[in-house]
């Protein structure tokens, strides 16, 4: 059973998806099936599987409000409507889900105990003091922006993070073959040949990572949300997409972050899985 802060985090993460979804589209309104098909499947997933489980846990009012956001995508759908139109009504339930949230953790009473979280032991991946000693200390750079507020450089840090730990991960494995096997291995569009680990970016690692068992697919899936967010590291990116970081989406990611590296910790069979 999810727990409330869980169900959140959840719809947070499909509006997220959504938003950026329709924002790559170029078409001013949004008529393929598929896309339309897409957005229903966001809308009744809230009315069906996460607004149950939170009813006992949120005022009637807050609840209304992202009630109608989801009901005016839904709308739209019917209508052909602008992408535009939905653009800032999943923005509209964005900010909803996130002052519910807030809210959540309010009444919890935990609204910091993920982001405390203490570093893991990174022995079992990285023998190098020094690596390790860099890997803490970015564990807790890290936290430092989430809590003031610096969300777009946490999560630019949370990639940097993750993208280390394949490598320690890819770097223990004394049969490498296997990354070369898989289906996602990144190849040179010219020769069409594998290329080299050195020249992997967290983008095949986390496909690959998938592939051969490494993480789930739920953590693959916001993984690869957390990736494209690193990328607005680039103003101009972020301009040309219209996008803004908001706490819940940084601590979304710090939740992720810190799932994938247990994951990654994990060694089965001495060094290879």
Known sequence: MRTPQETVDEALLEVTKARKRVNRGTSKQI?????IDYLKAVSYAWFKSHRPILTRHATPASLQNIDGSY??????????????????TLDEAKNGLASLRADVLL?????????DASPPDFSSLVGDEVMKGILTDRWHECQKCL????????TVMMGGLLEALFVARANQLRDKSILFKAKATPQDPKTKKALSLPQWTLSPYIDVGFEIGWITRSGKEVAA?????RNYVHPE??????VKLLEPDAVMFWDVTRNLTVQL?????????
């Not at 009444?107 to 982001?115: D, F, H, L, T, Y």
């Open 31 to 35: 008529t393929k099936k598929d896309e």
């Open 71 to 88: 009901q005016r995508v839904l709308d739209s759908t019917t209508k052909n409507a602008a992408r535009q139109t939905y653009i800032g």
């Open 107 to 115: 009444i919890s009473g935990k609204p910091n105990s993920a982001i």
């Open 147 to 154: 809590e003031v507020g610096a969300y777009l450089a946490a």
């Open 225 to 229: 949300v957390l990736r494209d967010y």
């Open 237 to 242: 990116k972020q301009r040309s997409h219209g």
């Open 265 to 273: 910790l994990q060694i089965k069979n001495g060094k290879d899985k």
